[in-house]
């Protein structure tokens, strides 16, 4: 089992770093060789997706993958970006089906900004599709205008586009994905509006024929941005296009109390996947060893789950990550009052222990 190990910028080489401890002490064949990714890897080699670096990933059964990006960065050309690597890896490995579980771990429900008994017990899982929608539709770009309300002023414009066989996919992942949970699918679009929402429908309905065991429902994409915060326990499995799917996602993540808990999967058909924490390389907290690692051990635990077949090693993870909040301990963002406030490698060290 080959694992592609890509730290990258700020926070992600110290979080990275106690995933690979958790990893190491399970007894598995894992095999991981690391490489330089982001900002780090410009340095380096001029790019933040070298050749080298594509390579190993994709030649890999798994990538771990920690977070880039650094505000220096932000007058370089966007193809130098940091952040480009990321879409580089997805668009290579073909990685078009984005899980992110948003769970509320009992020990934490005070760390939401919602009342307790609106998340207490949530568990649920968005799916985004990754590859399509606005963010890589063609044509794109600036103008002058030429109709419109001002014609002769300067406009920009993308293009919303998504084909049925792309709709197909993610539909079939978010389906099965939804036969191992309480069977219930809810798809969301803005179908009232949007003619690429009205072909994810039709889409939607259709390859839900072929589940039969799992309840399909339709939701317009402002209203499931204000349900996800009145009652977001009456979701189950939620999956949208890549836009909506990017905000629905990071909203949900935000119920749940902190950033720094919520693992997230990108797969591609073969089932090789890129696992990351959902959050950023956080440079504001980079190098003070406070960060919370547990967002990307999580994600190992996936990494187990879906790319190596491993649902045991995965589940004995979890359950290592709920004795230590068990326990009591916490790192700085999911701190308070009669908690133990640990370090980055506290938590990490806490995690191992609690494995062996
Ligand atoms: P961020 O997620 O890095 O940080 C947002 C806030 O959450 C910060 O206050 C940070 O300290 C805190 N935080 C994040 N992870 C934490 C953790 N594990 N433990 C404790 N606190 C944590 O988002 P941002 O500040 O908007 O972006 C910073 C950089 O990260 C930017 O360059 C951005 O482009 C990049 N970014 C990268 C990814 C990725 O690599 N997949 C995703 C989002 C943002």
């Not at 060789?33 to 070298?50: F, I, Q």
């Not at 771990?64 to 370089?76: E, Q």
Request: net charge negative; proline share 4%.
């Amino acid at each position: 089992m080959k694992i592609a190990v890509l730290p990258g910028d700020g926070i992600g080489t110290e979080i990275v770093a106690e995933a690979i401890k958790v990893l190491q002490v399970l007894d598995l064949p894992l095999e991981m060789e690391s490489a330089l990714v982001g900002g780090a890897a410009y340095e380096a080699h001029g790019h933040p997706l070298p050749e080298s670096t594509l390579k190993l990933a994709m030649d890999s059964d798994a990538v771990l993958f920690g977070a880039v990006g650094d505000w220096k960065y932000d007058k370089l050309d966007r193809p130098l970006r940091p952040e480009q690597a990321i879409l580089g890896l997805r668009k290579n490995m073909g990685l078009f089906a984005n899980f992110r579980p948003a769970i509320c771990y009992a020990q934490l429900v005070d760390a939401s900004s919602l009342k307790p008994e609106l998340i207490a017990g949530l568990d649920i899982l968005i799916i985004r599709e990754l590859t399509g929608d606005i963010y890589f539709g063609q044509p794109r770009g600036r103008r002058i205008a030429t109709d419109g309300h001002f014609p002769g002023a300067e406009e920009a414009f993308d293009t919303m586009r998504y084909s049925r066989p792309e709709i197909e996919r993610i539909a079939h992942v978010a389906f099965q994905a939804a036969q191992k949970r309480s069977k219930r699918v809810t798809s969301v679009d803005k179908n009232n509006v949007l003619e690429t929402s009205q072909l994810w429908k039709d889409v939607l309905v259709e390859i839900g024929q072929q589940y039969t065991d799992v309840a399909l429902d339709h939701m317009l994409v402002d209203n499931a941005a204000m349900q996800l915060v009145k009652a977001p326990k009456k979701f189950d499995v939620l999956v949208t296009g890549n836009m909506f799917g990017d905000i629905l996602s990071d909203e949900a993540s935000m119920l749940t109390g902190s950033i720094g808990m919520l693992p997230s999967a990108s797969l591609n058909s073969k089932g090789q996947g890129l696992y990351e924490p959902s959050h950023g390389s956080a440079p504001d907290i980079a190098g003070k060893g406070i960060a919370n690692p547990l967002a990307t051990i999580l994600s190992a635990a996936m990494m187990l789950r879906f790319s190596l077949n491993q649902e045991a090693a995965a589940q004995r993870i979890e359950a290592a990550v709920q004795k230590v909040l068990q326990q009591g301990l916490r790192t700085a963002d999911i701190y308070s009052e009669g908690t133990t406030k640990v370090s980055t490698v506290e938590m990490g060290d806490a995690v191992v222990k609690a494995l062996i």
